[in-house]
């Protein structure tokens, strides 16, 4: 009894410990999965699962390792400009199926005048596999795929493996495999999210604009925002997208590519929204743009910030005091603060009447533009100066100014008295008029330091850009609010005495030449028939301030008033018509011999490997007039684009051009100049400065094409 009792005991332990061996063996089978590795010259790739095994009737991931050699790349399933998508095609056990790539987000991958969409260094593309209800608990099965891919650096090379995979079927629920498993549920993790967002789509005037909805985007800093569209023929991979802010979300505008030019859209427009480091998946029908998705602003290229934004714009604003544009403005203003020299409390008044005259108007001037910029339009700085009305206006504006100090006419008292010909512009009021009109003729010109601090205040929230523009408003008047307040300063100056009205019929000429430079400009953006209509209004003015003048030296001056009062209408009327859009024709055709500019001739040329010099300029911008002058008309300068071959491209933005302003914003520019030279082979330009000078052009030109 004993024996069959110990018998029995054995044989029972026995099958306890087999039963348990099988258990473990089936429930955590992971150690049995077994991989094959298989290594090309730039690339190392393995299938690896995300589970210890599979479940009969569950889905199980299995993921394609890619390491990649460092410098190169492997390609999103649209792979942008250039490319192929890596492809899996699986031999599965009877039953199983297996689903698409999960595809993560890729990177963008500039290669000269291109842009691909890819991976680099390592990533993991995950599968479902469909395990059927019929797999065995206790099983191996083998899991095949053929892997074919591209990987590129400067060259491309098509790649081929065969990998395979021997997972266990277990019965219960499987635990994360303990090698792979986290790194496979990370890939899954930061895969594109469904359903988190939603779309609206817009194709008009040569724009596609993407409207993105949801809570993942409501509120959020939208600068790094980037939309990977599925289709590769729906963008210009190579342009860059604009974002704009909303309340409930954001906008985004991409350049339509060849298979959106027919200017309509077929189907919704679907990809992957990147953003702060995730990913949405966006199905965008096509509709009306919702009003949520912008108005905020936009976002673009990260610049100084706030502290070294404002440093920057108040040194902008002390250098352009000694900007062509504005100089004649000053000294006007200058020599009449001389008639208050020994007056200390009349000159500080001027000082702060000038001051808040330069604030207001810059205040004002970024006011329009935050809001021109929310409703959808490229402004940038100068924008006012791209519209002929209003070059028109500030062109009869100079020639009026210019009539009151040559004596034509006079506003104010009679000039009896000490500096009575400066103060007929009007005391204080004058002094804030004059720091208006410095401020809106100061547009043509960018001074160093501008640049930067201009183009990151039009990105920024409203608070941000009027302190920026505030602060290039301090810089402007500092000098002259200086001179104001310091006593010492002020008893320099000579005492007021007949010397003034000299001066003050001198100060006129500038003020013509200002008046023939707008009309100048004017005749650039409307044509000659434009010139002949502002010459006749330019006629009246002048003929309705001599009227004006006369009535104040004639003891009946009721006729005289009537008739300059009649000749202010006219010139007023014409005004009006001119802005809406009457007088004028087309622009004048261009005389130099440079290339125009455009994204495509510009790309174009790089991918043949010449080098390109782009000149982004304006006929109302005094700073890119003079460096053309000075740095880039000169015989050496021409014989050194001929001596390197550097083509030259011109991207005149004399009048609005939202191709040009795009480009500006690429680069965190909001206003000409902006000089850029593109070396053969480099990724990004070479950015040139503002102030051009012979030999600093000559240099980077060789510079740029030392390696050929």
């Known amino acids: 009894m004993r024996r069959t009792s110990k018998a029995a005991l054995v044989e029972t332990s026995v099958r306890s410990v087999a039963a348990l061996a099988a258990v473990l063996c089936l429930v955590g089978g992971a150690a049995e999965a077994q991989s094959q590795i298989v290594r090309t010259p730039y690339v190392e790739a393995e299938l690896v699962p995300g589970s210890a095994a599979a479940t009969p009737g569950a889905t199980v991931h299995v993921a394609l390792r890619q390491k990649i050699k460092a410098g190169w790349h492997t390609y999103w399933r649209n792979p942008g400009d250039s490319g192929e998508p890596t492809r899996l ?118 724009q596609l604009k993407l409207a993105v909805l949801g809570e993942p985007v409501r509120g959020r800093d939208v600068s790094g925002a980037y939309f990977f569209p599925y289709d590769g023929a729906l963008i210009d991979h190579a342009r860059p997208q604009a974002v704009e802010r909303g309340p409930g979300g954001l906008t985004l505008t991409l350049a339509p590519g060849y298979g959106a030019q027919t200017g309509s859209l077929v189907g919704p427009v679907q990809g992957v929204l990147s953003l702060g480091g995730k990913a949405y998946e966006v199905s965008a029908a096509q509709g009306p743009l919702p009003a949520a998705a912008a108005g905020l602003g936009s976002s673009g290229p990260a610049g100084p910030g706030l502290p070294l934004a404002l440093g920057f714009a108040f040194l902008g604003g002390l250098i352009l005091n000694l900007m062509p544009c504005v100089f004649p403005m000053l000294s006007m203003k200058a020599a009449a603060l001389a008639g208050h020299a020994h007056a200390p409390r009349t000159a500080r008044l001027h000082g702060l009447a000038f001051l808040a005259g330069v604030l207001t108007t810059f205040l004002a001037l970024a006011a329009a533009l935050i809001a021109a910029r929310a409703g959808g339009e490229t402004a940038g700085w100068g924008f006012q100066l791209q519209s002929p009305p209003v070059i028109a206006a500030l062109a009869l504006l100079m020639l009026l100014i210019a009539l009151n100090l040559s004596g034509v006419f006079h506003i104010g008292g009679s000039a009896q008295g000490v500096g009575a010909g400066l103060t007929r512009l009007g005391g204080v009021a004058g002094a804030f008029f004059t720091g208006v009109l410095a401020v809106v003729v100061a547009a043509p010109c960018t001074a160093p330091f501008m640049a930067a601090a201009i183009g990151y205040a039009v990105v920024q929230p409203p608070a941000v850009a009027l302190a920026v523009f505030a602060a290039l408003g301090l810089g402007l008047a500092a000098p002259f609010v200086l001179v104001s307040f310091t006593p010492a300063l002020l008893r320099r100056l000579p005492r007021p005495g007949p010397w003034m009205e000299t001066l003050q019929r001198a100060l006129a000429f500038p003020m013509y030449g200002a008046a023939g430079w707008l009309m100048w400009i004017f005749a650039r953006q409307t044509g000659i028939t434009g010139l002949a209509e502002l010459f006749a209004a330019a006629w009246l003015l002048a003929l309705a301030a001599w009227l004006f003048g006369r009535s104040q030296q004639s003891g009946r001056p009721l006729g005289y008033r009537l008739a300059s009062a009649a000749a202010v209408v006219l010139v007023a009327a014409w005004l009006g018509i001119a802005a809406l859009g009457a007088p004028g024709g087309q622009a004048a055709s261009a005389t130099i011999a440079e290339q125009a500019y455009s994204p495509e001739r510009l790309a174009a040329l790089r991918a043949e490997g010449r080098p390109v010099f782009v000149n982004f300029t304006a006929d109302w911008c005094v700073t890119c007039k003079v460096n053309e002058r000075v740095a880039l008309s000169s015989a050496k300068v021409s014989r050194a684009f001929q001596r390197t071959g550097v083509t030259y491209l011109k991207a005149d933005w004399t009048s609005r051009d939202p191709v040009i302003a795009e480009a500006l914003a690429a680069h965190g520019r909001a206003g000409v100049p902006l000089y850029l030279l593109y070396a053969p082979g480099a990724a990004e330009p070479r950015i040139l400065p503002q102030l051009l000078t012979e030999g600093a052009v000559i240099q980077a030109l060789d510079e740029a094409t030392s390696g050929n």
């Open 89 to 206: 095609a699986w031999d599965l056990p009877t039953g199983w199926s297996a689903g698409e790539i999960i595809w993560p987000a890729p990177e963008r991958l500039p290669i000269g005048p291109l842009v691909n969409y890819g991976y680099s260094n390592e990533v993991l593309l995950p599968v479902a596999l469909q395990v059927p209800a019929t797999a065995r608990p206790g099983e191996t099965v083998r899991l095949s795929a053929t892997a074919d891919w591209l990987v590129c650096e400067k060259i491309c090379i098509p790649e081929q493996a065969t990998l395979t995979l021997s997972l266990p079927v277990a019965a219960g629920p499987p635990a994360p495999h303990p090698e792979h498993g986290r790194a496979v549920g990370r890939a899954l993790a930061a895969a594109p999210a469904r359903g988190a967002v939603t779309g609206v789509a817009s194709l008009a005037g040569g």
